[in-house]
């Protein structure tokens, strides 16, 4: 794997997130959720420079960044696309959305549209489930989807 | 506090935030400025109202009008029509599906006629993000009551006798869980609250912390008072922006009031509480687990005993209840444990909020008495199944849970009567099932998130999950042998007795729900190689019908695969090898010539 060079900037700003929670490792999570929102992922670079920020072995770190859904060492497309698996969703028709979403824009579940503007994402219940079947973009929520409204939903960002 | 004559409520939940109801606020904020009646109407964003189908909702206060799906376009009449003139905005109002009639007040609609809000007693009628609204609601009244006029036993013996059960799904009696970790004998102690809400399809306690977070922080003060700890921790998921945001502007309040802090109430006891953060695992909502997570480490649960009561977080006697739980306790203690006990059945007391989703009618977050029938909360609170459809089954206590069927829908609703069925309480999720929903395909959709959210540490949960899903993917394909549906329970009564925690111990139950409850749909998957819902892809054609078939094109235009040959005019025939199932010919055809085989 090519290695990633991380800007000074962030790394000094990474490093400030480690020293506020004392450097403690207890810390390790409130510590990642920081990073993910600085670099957008968590790449094995990032990983490292916690690990010695905390004194954890970088084994440590990246047993709880797999273990967690909600952290991820790929990058992210510009507009994430997340749809809810939950039950009520999914009962209410998540999949034949999915499949939209992958038939629109050519990529599979986690991965990332070649020009960087999309990545799509499954995840579980985001407690909007009078909306189901819900999908985010980024932050914004959308309810009530049917496979035709997908189309809209990507033409909206794809400018 | 200044005295206002009218309030507008708007909903801001999460749901109802996800349909613009925060530039509604807005909206109506601005036009009543405008107006020069800011003195005279104040505009709240409150918590969840729970009527989810029918948000945006704002309801209006005195005359408790209740207004339906508002967009933010619609303020402008409700100010000019209802708050200057006086007269309601009919078009707004919910409509009696049965009657077609308009209903104003909410208290005549079906799906709050059965309810008594306990827990959700402050959601929708208080601004979350202001203290003075929840103190004026008699908050706080409680923890100065326990601190000024009670021993910590005395409080204990309250909570004892009023039966409150953890509303986190074990059910396990609070106030003996209170009464062992105050007797363990350490340092320093912890209150924890789960607010870890995983289970897919269950949403009551980011409507709680969104709508009434002071309740929480209240009732954890009152449980350090009562075990002794200084230090509360709220174990929150990343997943709920809004929440977070929330309980953060009311801890901040709370210290600025001396409701945290140093000296609570001038008193010598000591709290305050911090946030740590969940990042999306479901094995979290087990406490042990959690307590892992908030130290840093991989969220693995741990043999019990010891308890957390006993030996929790960084090994010191950890006290962790669920946010309903929480929820429940300021009340308790105001109105008394005779008050909360006079509720409910026999061993499970007080009410319990669900969170109604699937194909039902109306979705929502609900808060019934214990010993509330399924029918009612179905058909009467639910407004029965969507779009007529015959009601098939409904999923409680999520993925850990089962499916209950026609014949449990008489059952009143309590923590043994849902175990006793085959299913359990939960944190209260409900999904209710229709005709078109495929049993087998709900069994493997649960089992595949077990799998994902299995932790790995023991193997009957890591393998055992694993090998269930093969198999259930194996029938919904039709490749399944009968030997397969009893290597199914087999397995699965192995995982159940032999997982180390409750995640890998109720895992199975969606399969062995499913298998007793729709044995013959199992058969069919096998034998017939037929999946009569529809929806095993492997086991079903689109075919057309030509004496229904009109030649209108419809189907043909929208196959994604162009699968579909046909003139004009003439009747269209479907290619099975290029055919992709997705559906779309079904629903575009309007001469009912598609269907199903």
Redesign the interface.
């Known amino acids: 794997m090519a290695t990633i060079k991380l800007s000074t900037n962030k790394i000094d700003e990474l490093r400030a997130v480690c020293k506020s929670f004392n450097h403690e490792k207890g810390e390790l999570i409130n510590v990642l959720h920081k990073a993910q929102g600085i670099f957008g992922y968590l790449p094995a670079e990032v990983q490292e420079i916690i690990a010695r920020e905390l004194n954890v072995s970088v084994a440590h770190v990246y047993g709880v960044v797999s273990f967690y859904s909600f952290f991820t060492m790929l990058p992210k497309g510009e507009h994430p696309v997340s749809i809810c698996l939950g039950t009520a969703c999914y009962v209410r028709g998540a999949e034949k959305i999915i499949e939209e979403f992958k038939r629109v824009l050519n990529i599979g579940v986690g991965e990332t549209t070649s020009d960087g503007k999309f990545s799509l994402a499954c995840l579980r219940c985001v407690g909007a489930c009078g909306l189901a079947p819900v999908v985010l973009v980024g932050d914004k929520v959308y309810g009530r989807l049917s496979p035709e409204s997908v189309k809209d939903i990507v033409a909206e960002y794809a400018k | 506090m200044a005295k206002f004559k009218m309030h507008l409520l708007v909903c801001s939940g ?2 109802c ?3 613009e109801s925060e530039l509604l606020l807005q909206n109506l904020k601005t036009i009543i400025n405008d107006k020069g009646l800011d003195t005279e109407v104040q505009v709240i964003g409150t918590g969840c109202f729970g009527f ?2 029918k ?1 945006p909702i704002v309801k209006v206060m005195p005359d408790n009008t209740f207004y339906t799906q508002v967009t933010p376009n619609d303020a402008r009449e409700i100010i000019e029509e209802h708050v200057i003139k006086g007269r309601k905005v009919n078009r707004l109002l919910y409509v009696n599906p049965e009657t077609q009639e308009h209903i104003s007040d909410s208290k005549h609609m079906g799906f709050y006629k059965k309810q008594l809000r306990i827990a959700l007693r402050n959601c929708g009628f208080i601004d979350p993000e202001n203290i003075d609204e929840y103190i004026a609601r008699d908050g706080y009244e409680a923890l100065a009551k326990c601190l000024t006029e009670m021993t910590p036993e005395q409080v204990i013996e309250i909570m004892k006798k009023s039966g409150l059960r953890g509303r986190g799904g074990g059910g396990f009696p609070a106030g003996l869980k209170w009464e062992i970790t105050s007797k363990s004998v350490s340092d320093e102690k912890y209150v924890v609250c789960n607010a870890d ?7 009551m306690d ?2 709680i912390l969104e709508g009434d977070p002071h309740s929480v922080i209240e009732a954890m003060a009152i449980c350090g008072y009562c075990i002794g700890a200084t230090n509360g921790l709220v174990y929150i998921r ?4 809004l929440a977070i945001d929330r309980l953060k502007i009311a801890i901040d309040q709370a210290r600025e009031y001396g409701l945290l802090g140093k000296g609570l109430l001038g008193t010598g006891f000591d709290f305050d509480i911090e946030l ?7 094995v979290c909502g087990e406490e042990t687990a959690l307590i892992h ?7 693995e649960p741990t043999m019990k005993p010891p308890f957390p009561s006993v030996s929790g977080y ?1 090994e010191k006697p950890t006290n962790v209840n669920n946010v309903e739980t929480f929820a429940n306790v300021p009340v308790i203690i105001n109105k008394g444990a005779e008050w909360f006990a006079s509720i409910g059945t026999e061993k499970s007391k007080g009410t319990k909020v669900f ?1 109604l ?3 039902i009618n109306n ?2 977050l609900i808060e019934v008495p214990m010993g509330t029938t399924l029918r009612e909360v179905i058909f009467e609170i639910g407004g029965g199944i969507k779009d007529g459809k015959k009601f098939k089954a409904v ?1 409680t206590g ?2 850990s849970g089962g499916c209950l069927t026609e014949k449990h829908l008489d059952t009143p609703i309590d923590y043994d009567n849902l175990v006793a069925s085959g299913s359990m309480m939960g944190s209260g ?1 409900m ?1 209710v ?1 229709d005709e078109d ?1 495929c049993m087998v395909s ?1 069994a493997k ?2 089992l595949e ?1 077990t799998v ?1 959210e299995s ?1 790995g540490k023991c193997s009957p949960c890591r393998i055992g999950n694993k090998r269930l899903h093969e198999i259930l993917d194996k029938l919904t394909k039709g490749n399944g042998t009968l030997e397969d549906i009893d290597r199914l329970k087999n397995l699965s009564y192995v995982i159940k007795d032999t997982a180390l925690c409750g995640l890998g111990q109720t895992s199975p139950n969606p399969v062995l729900s499913t298998i007793d409850n729709f044995y013959d749909e199992y058969i069919e998957h096998v034998t017939d190689k037929k999946c009569r819902a529809g929806q095993c892809k492997a086991l079903m054609q689109y075919v057309i019908i030509a004496e229904n078939c009109v030649g209108c094109t419809a189907c043909a235009r929208n196959c ?1 695969v162009n699968s579909i040959t046909g003139e004009r005019k003439g009747v269209h025939v479907i290619n099975q090898a290029v055919c992709i199932k ?3 010919c079904l629903e575009k055809c309007k001469f009912n010539a598609v269907v199903i085989k």
């Not at chain 2, 997570?293 to 969220?299: A, D, F, L, V």
């Open positions: 999460t749901g935030h996800a349909s989810c189908e948000g809400e995983g289970d897919p399809g269950a949403f980011r409507s990343a997943e709920y922006p740590r953060y969940g990042a999306g695992a479901f997570s908030m130290e840093g480490k991989r969220g960084y969170a989703a699937g194909k979705v929502g999923q999520g993925p999720g999904i099932m929903d709900m959709f649960y998130f994902e932790c994604p997705c559906g779309a």
